[in-house]
């Protein structure tokens, strides 16, 4: 029960034909809705990844793209606990794996593996499953779907799948 406006940028200064290395900055700010078991909290999340991607494929508008990414999360958050406000901040290490194909010159698939979701910055022991479909309504704007299954360990002694989410998003690129 919350409201999350999230952005990213991703600048590629060095592309040698089917490799790209450059970096990546997400943030998000995120706000809960005050309810009865739901605290009022507001978190600040901000990833600094360096980026690296292959585009395989002989087809230039239907491509193989795999991204590695690595880095560091910086996370606020400001939880109002009656008249008091308990802060806290959180830095952890970031990685990514995602594979994207596109199909039909507007259709993707997505397989990513990360350390952290883009919308709700996350400890480093936590990995995130997600698969995803998205549909080019034209060249500025994008459609789809993501399903996603958290996996938490407690330090790689014991895990436990703590949740199974489905998203529906739209993008807008410059």
């Keep these: 029960f919350g409201l999350v406006i999230a952005g990213s940028v991703r600048a590629m200064p060095l592309k040698l034909g089917f490799f790209s290395l450059g970096i990546k900055y997400y943030t998000n700010l995120s706000r809960s809705f005050l309810f009865e078991d739901n605290p009022d909290l507001v978190t600040w ?22 991204d590695f990414n690595t880095g560091l ?45 883009p919308l709700n ?24 779907g993501l399903t996603e299954v958290v996996y938490t360990d407690q330090v790689f002694l014991s895990g436990a799948m703590s949740g199974i989410q489905a998203k529906v998003f739209g993008v807008y690129k410059l």
Excluded: C
């Design 45 to 66: 999340g901000n990833a600094m990844l360096v980026s690296t991607s292959f585009v395989l494929g002989k087809d230039k508008l239907n491509p193989l793209v795999i």
């Design 73 to 117: 999360n910086v996370n606020k958050s400001f939880l109002r606990l009656t008249s008091n406000t308990l802060t806290l901040q959180e830095f952890s290490i970031s990685l990514e794996l995602q594979l994207a194909k596109r199909f039909l010159n507007r259709h993707e698939i997505m397989f990513r593996l990360a350390t952290f979701d």
């Design 121 to 144: 910055f996350k400890d480093f022991v936590n990995l995130w499953w997600q698969v995803g479909y998205s549909f080019d309504i034209n060249k500025n704007l994008s459609l789809g």
